[in-house]
């Protein structure tokens, strides 16, 4: 999947043209940038899942094939309107409990409101999220992906990032390494463990660069 960024407008060749991507990107961007601007605007409100601040989801094509491959912005979009369907349903993402719920909500309703790569994209997303973050639950994610996923380079991709956290969860660890699954445990429960230990926290997230 190609990301193209405003960068590439810096070494644009005006004799040359644009290529297919690069309108494809703009045009895309311009396409759903109105989209954008609302969903900030309804979360700076702390709007409720039902207001009508978020009613221009209605509107949101939910099939742009092209605009999924190649534009990031577009594909936030999406996700947002999942969240807004799953917590419709009053189901939230809890930064301290158990999400098991949410994120089963977050496919589920991506499988059935979504369809052709738009709907493999966002499902790629969710599974790529639970492997990279090394999550318990990515082995059974997966698997329901490999099956729902119909676009081979997005299975493809996947399957790649999942050998290499195979390759890492079969790594053996030294004696003094512990791993602790810490989905059900509150920070401080986890760190009540190591009363009186010097730690070093490293802390990580998905999205974040390496």
């Given amino acids: 999947i190609e990301l193209v960024g405003f960068d590439m407008l810096d070494e644009f060749d005006s004799e040359k043209g ?3 991507n690069e309108l494809r990107w703009l045009s895309s961007n311009i396409k759903y940038r109105k989209y954008s601007s609302l969903v900030r605007r309804a ?3 702390e709007s409720k899942p039902e207001d009508p601040d978020f009613d221009f ?3 949101l094509d939910l099939n742009d094939e092209a605009a999924c491959m190649i534009n990031r912005n577009y594909n936030l979009l999406i ?3 999942i969240l807004n369907q799953v917590n419709s349903q009053g189901v939230f993402w809890d930064p301290a409990g158990d999400n ?5 909500l977050m496919y589920i309703t991506a499988l059935h409101k979504l369809s052709g790569k738009v709907r493999d994209v966002m499902l790629n997303c969710r599974v790529s999220d639970l492997i990279s973050s090394n999550d318990i639950k990515a082995p059974s ?3 329901r992906f490999m099956k729902d996923c119909k676009t ?3 299975r493809e991709m996947t399957s790649d990032l999942y050998d290499d956290y195979l390759a890492l969860a079969a790594k053996e660890m030294g004696p003094n390494v512990e791993i602790l699954q810490t989905d059900n445990f509150a920070p401080m429960e986890v760190l009540s463990r190591f009363e009186n230990k010097i730690l070093y926290l490293d802390f990580w997230a998905s999205w974040c660069s390496p």
């Fill in 43 to 45: 979360f700076r409100k």
């Fill in 79 to 81: 996700n947002d309107y």
């Fill in 57 to 59: 989801f209605a509107e």
């Fill in 100 to 104: 098991t719920h949410f994120m089963e």
């Fill in 141 to 143: 994610y997966y698997e």
């Fill in 152 to 154: 081979r380079e997005l």
């Fill in 18 to 20: 644009l290529t297919k």
